[in-house]
């Protein structure tokens, strides 16, 4: 199947600790993002890349750093976890910036 | 700031019913407006958009209006259906740049 594909799809850890999560697309696309969603469904762009390359990075702590290996994975990374970051993650890619945007299933973070 | 401005923030409407969200923008170089809609436990996945040069665009049951002078555009869902409940973001954007959603519409379609 094409698609964008997010790892885990939960992760509940406890504050302080460290965590990834994986984010893969099939589609070819050039352009990958992480957006956070907060329980009131507002959807926030935290990191945008293109061809490896960062070119949006939104004002988010600097305890999160996106990775981005190649064109088809961008990891997203979390250090100091805080009860705030307690979200949905989505993943998204599009073929550039500014067009359709194709979006993960998303990965639930719990910190308690 | 907020680039585009969505409303209202839920709506509940009965079955067969037409519901519309309606969004605001500010900056006329958008040339991009599309709709997502989202069930719960999903991501976001796109319904239906429009380019600045027309005026009303339709799929299926899914109508995006679009007033370029009042820089308002409107997602009207004819003959809505509980399955149409989800929520829904509009965006903005200029080709080649950034993506910015609305703040997004809880729809609840009563059978």
Known sequence: DTAVSQTPKYLVTQMGNDKSIKCEQNLGHDTMYWYKQDSKKFLKIMFSYNNKELIINETVPNRFSPKSPDKAHLNLHINSLELGDSAVYFCASSLRSGVEQFFGPGTRLTVL | ?111
Request: glycine share 8%; with cysteine.
């Open chain 2, 1 to 111: 700031q907020q680039q585009v401005k969505q409303s209202p923030q839920s709506l509940i409407v009965q079955k067969g019913g037409i519901p519309i969200i309606n969004c605001a923008y500010e900056n006329t170089a958008f040339d991009y407006f599309p709709w997502y809609q989202q069930f719960p436990g999903k991501g976001p996945a796109l319904l239906i958009a429009i380019r600045p040069d027309v005026s009303e665009k339709k799929e299926g049951r899914f109508t995006i209006s679009f007033n370029k002078s009042a820089k308002q555009f409107s997602l009207h869902i004819m003959d809505s259906q509980p399955g149409d409940s989800a929520t829904y973001f509009c965006a903005a954007s200029i080709a080649g740049n950034q993506f910015y959603f609305g703040t997004g519409t809880s729809l609840t379609v009563i059978p």
